[in-house]
């Protein structure tokens, strides 16, 4: 075997191995070309897998930079509104300071099949608190006096129903109570005859005299453990607010351990941040859907002496000063109750079906709420029509701004019975409870005024609730 020198080194010469390959091939010209076509086929193959696999990445790099570009964009849309879920809430939002000429924008329905992304709207509120006067002229609304039921007494001795927090209205009482005049009607708190235990909704003494002081309230409330607490945001909230307006969370005692266990326990006034924490003994309803419409339709009852009152859902965190809420959606409406639209579904036939479809309650019981409404009259939502008293019979019900008169405790009143003697889903029982109270009282008007969904997200920063409540509760 012939050795040849390279650098110094002696390597085995490397024709060897080619002859090797000749001999394989057949030791001919062919096979010698085959050899060299192949090395230039390898070659070539190289060259187009770089070139392919650089495209592969200039195409990839695009389409990162694209994507990346959305997100950031669509995320700088968002946070127009809305304070970072990792920021605490005192740092915020900067302080807005719109015009107050009136900006808004309604998102439309959404596309079948389609889920929208739903964004706030500009709202027109005033700079500040300070020169604030409630008009002269605005508590001129329907008056009639309002009593409530207070305890039920057995009508015979074979006539002993369980004692409720709602009571055993008849149904011909339920309907004399649609009439806007001076009344005695159920509203919960309902007692038993002497002797039987609470029907629910215990709040201590003490704090039951702080709730009698407030003039302003700010309520919301969390049973069952279901959603963490969410602080208002309070560089947004004026001190004038602070000093004056009651931010009252009613928890009951398993919600209150659980926020002990992750470090959030009331100081020695009662307070987390903003809230003023009453804790509820003996809930009223195992369902707790049901409970939680107690502290949201009747603030009338819970704060006896206050004027105004702000609900929010636990899945809420308040982004603005209360006052100024009350200053747009009620003095500049000249309205004594103010709620959001739904911000896809405006017909009640729809939102029954929406209902089963997700299982958020009984179908029989759904069925027969429904039926009994359409059986009294129920219509059904017609957007083409101008002469709608709503611009939805579907309302977003997660935050709800009140004056304490009589129409708007009148109308609290009947919606909480409608829950508690149906479901607990209070979008089914709103338009009918609205619309039967109009109907049966035409010379006395009920303010109401509706607004749009984009408005409600611009007061607050939306939350997903802590766990998805069981599906299909009955009653």
Known sequence: MTLFRN??????????????????LGKNEHGSRVLRRGRRFGRITKLKLSRWIFLLTALLSIFLTVYGLRMF??????????????????????????????????????TKGKRRKHFPCEVGFRESVDDLVEPKNYMN???????????????????????????????E????????KNQTLHCGFVKGPPGHPSTGFDVNERDKAYMSSCKVVVSSCIFGSSDFLRRPTSRLISQYSKDNVCFVMFLDDQTLSKLASEGSSPDERGHI???????????????????????????HRLFPNSRYS??????????????????????????????????????????????????????????????????????????????NPLPSFVPEGSFIIRTHTPMSNLFSCLWFNEVDRFTSRDQLSFA????????????RPFQLYMFKDCERRALVKLFRHRAVPSPAESA
């Open 7 to 24: 650098n110094g080194e002696l390597f085995t010469e490397r024709r060897g191995i080619i002859d090797a390959i000749f001999n394989f």
């Open 73 to 110: 964009f669509q995320a700088k849309m968002e946070s127009r509104f809305s304070v970072p879920d990792n920021l605490q809430e005192d740092i915020g939002l900067q302080e807005r300071k719109p015009p107050d000429n009136i900006v808004v924008s309604d998102v439309g329905n959404t």
């Open 141 to 171: 609304f329907t008056s009639f006096s309002l009593e409530y039921v207070d305890h039920e007494e057995k009508k015979s001795e074979n006539d002993l129903p369980k004692p409720r927090f709602g009571g055993h209205p008849t149904l």
């Open 173 to 180: 009482e339920r309907e004399n109570s649609f009439y806007a």
């Open 273 to 299: 941040g903003l809230w003023k924490i009453v804790v509820v003994k003996n809930l009223p309803y195992e369902d707790m859907r049901r409970t939680g419409k107690v502290p949201k339709f009747l603030s």
């Open 310 to 387: 702000i609900w929010l859902d636990s899945k809420m965190r308040l982004n603005t000063d209360p006052v100024l809420i009350i200053e747009y959606f009620l003095w500049r409406r000249n309205a004594e109750y103010a709620i959001s639209n739904h911000y896809d579904r405006h017909n009640v036939w729809d939102e029954v079906l929406q209902n089963k479809r997700l299982n958020k309650y009984d179908h029989t019981a759904i069925d027969e709420q429904f039926n009994f409404y359409k059986s009294d009259g129920l219509p059904k939502f017609d957007p083409s029509n101008p002469d």
């Open 432 to 443: 009918y409870t609205y619309l039967k109270l109009r109907r049966m009282n035409p010379e």
